[in-house]
């Protein structure tokens, strides 16, 4: 159903959000998504993933590690980040594994869909805006200190088996909706893959779709 085709007064569908947070392109989809949900009246729905696993299926490998089309690669997403006015700083390490900051976010977002938010926000700054190392659990426990989430719980959480089946079964459910790499929106049951498809997203949010 497109928003033009919404009963009036019925709630907005939100925009599924997929990101990988060793992704520079998904890091500058975060920037901007929310800021053109609100312009339409719109939620964001952040579903972190894994973009390993998913190359396991889809045969894809790490955009950086190509030859040729890797040094393109960093060229683009430094070039893309000063268009768009955000900052970025690459980690020493890239790709880098993101299981610890996935789980935590599944984990929080039980519990507190929007302070989640404000952890996978908090993370990507401390990746790519100050090319910081989130990639063991000690650095996402104390990030996610540093915006009030409680590390005892947290620490503990991480290592339930129940948190790593929630991170296991989202990325699942993420690959059957079809998604395929970092960043990736579902729009009114329409995919779009990357941060180059934020204008096609706005224009499918004004117009109801096309």
């Known amino acids: 159903m497109?928003?033009?085709?919404?009963?009036?007064?019925?709630?907005?569908?939100?925009?599924?959000?997929y990101f990988d947070f060793s992704s520079p392109y998904g890091y500058l989809a975060a920037q901007k998504i929310d800021e053109m949900a609100d312009l339409y009246d719109?939620?964001?729905?952040?579903?972190?993933?894994?973009?390993?696993?998913?190359?396991?299926?889809?045969?894809?490998?790490?955009?950086?590690?190509?030859?040729?089309?890797g040094p393109?690669?960093?060229?683009?997403?430094?070039?893309?980040?000063?268009?768009?006015?955000?900052p970025i700083t690459?980690?020493?390490?890239?790709?880098?594994?993101?299981?610890?900051?996935?789980?935590?976010?599944?984990?929080?977002?039980?519990?507190?869909p929007e302070q989640a938010?404000?952890?996978i926000k908090a993370l990507y700054d401390e990746a790519f805006g100050k090319g910081g190392d989130i990639r063991d659990a000690e650095a996402v426990v104390r990030i996610?200190?540093?915006v009030g989430i409680d590390n005892a719980a947290l620490t503990a959480a991480l290592g339930e088996a129940a948190v790593k089946e929630r991170l296991k079964t989202e990325i699942?459910?993420?690959?059957?909706?079809?998604?395929?790499?970092?960043?990736?929106?579902?729009?009114?049951?329409?995919?779009?893959?990357?941060?180059?498809?934020l204008d096609h997203i706005e224009r499918w949010?004004?117009?109801?779709?096309?």
């Open 90 to 112: 690459m980690p020493e390490v890239m790709p880098f594994p993101s299981i610890p900051a996935a789980r935590a976010v599944y984990w929080v977002k039980d519990r507190d």
């Open 172 to 197: 699942e459910a993420a690959m059957h909706a079809g998604v395929c790499g970092s960043p990736f929106f579902i729009v009114d049951g329409e995919p779009f893959w990357g941060v180059d498809r």
């Open 144 to 146: 996610a200190g540093s």
């Open 2 to 17: 497109t928003e033009a085709d919404a009963p009036e007064g019925e709630p907005k569908a939100p925009i599924d959000f």
């Open 42 to 69: 719109r939620e964001v729905d952040w579903k972190p993933i894994l973009l390993g696993v998913i190359f396991k299926t889809t045969g894809a490998q790490p955009l950086l590690d190509i030859p040729i089309k």
């Open 72 to 86: 393109y690669a960093r060229r683009d997403m430094e070039r893309m980040a000063r268009m768009m006015g955000v």
């Open 205 to 210: 949010l004004a117009t109801g779709g096309w």
């Open 117 to 119: 938010v404000v952890l």
